[in-house]
């Protein structure tokens, strides 16, 4: 049977499918959109994936087996290859914020902290991580403070600078924050607003108890980090 015969009756709609997504997997690997989704540790197993999608596309496309679809499976087919497409052309717009307010922000476990690190050298996470562990506001009062994140507003309290820690994927995604007490005189920043912000760790008054806040002295916007998610 030549190809042209074998590929009528649907049979292609198959071979493309498989070819689309194992294209979806490699562009997301090429265009870093991967970075947006999953720890970087995993991305070998998309690669993978990509590959043998592609080249199983390649040989049923070549063997031509298999009977012609029925015409709901046609139908299943062609919404896939459709959706595979959309993935292609449509750039990923995340919105970390929003998917923020809607996750648990209960760290189950906390790696061993890092006390060598200077405090003006420390991460947002690794101060998230200290304050959790050492809760003692005046401990850290006056230490310098250099972080970057996104804002991420918080219902009854000004907008926080956070991060969005993952053990595999978006799935598993906790937001870690710290509040800000933001320059006097200048608005608000936007929701999903990456800054990076310099200032001194201080105290607060907030909802009965004294907490650690951010005294920012200065806020520079910066582009998204291209591997925004951390572990």
Same mark, same amino acid.
């Given at each position: ?9 649907? !049979? ?19 265009? %870093? !959109?991967?970075?947006l989704l999953l720890r970087a540790v995993f991305h070998p197993l ?11 596309? @390649?040989?049923?496309?070549?063997? $031509? $087996? $298999? ?12 919404? $896939?290859?459709?959706?595979?497409? /959309? ?14 307010? *809607? !996750? ?9 902290? *890092? ?26 009062? %006056? ?5 970057? %994140? ?34 006097? %005189? ?8 990456? @800054? ?8 607060e008054r907030f909802d009965g108890q004294t907490r650690s806040v951010?005294? /920012? ?6 582009? !998204? ?7």
């Open positions: 049977m030549t190809l042209p015969r074998r590929l009528r009756g649907g !049979r292609w709609l198959r071979p493309l499918g498989l070819g689309l997504w194992g294209a979806v997997l490699l562009q997301s690997g090429i265009s %870093g !959109r991967l970075d998309v690669w993978i994936s990509g590959v043998v999608l592609v080249v199983v596309a @390649l040989l049923e496309l070549v063997g $031509g $087996g $298999g009977a012609a679809p029925t015409p709901r499976q046609r139908t299943v087919l062609l919404v $896939g290859v459709v959706v595979a497409i /959309a993935v292609l052309l449509v750039p990923p717009r995340p919105s970390f914020a929003d998917l923020a307010a *809607n !996750r648990d922000r209960e760290l189950l476990d906390e790696p061993g902290l *890092n006390f060598v690190v200077p405090p003006g050298q420390r991460s947002l996470t690794e101060w998230v991580r200290l304050l959790r562990s050492q809760p003692d506001p005046k401990l850290h009062a %006056g230490d310098p403070v250099r972080i970057s %994140g996104f804002v991420l507003p918080v219902p009854g309290d000004r907008p926080q600078l956070a991060r969005l820690l993952v053990r595999c994927c978006l799935v598993d995604a906790t937001p870690v924050g710290l509040p800000v007490l933001w320059p006097p %005189g200048r608005p608000l920043p936007k929701a999903d607003q990456w @800054l990076e912000l310099r200032g001194v760790m201080d105290t951010i005294r /920012a002295e200065s806020v520079r916007p910066i582009p !998204r980090p291209a591997r925004p998610l951390e572990p």
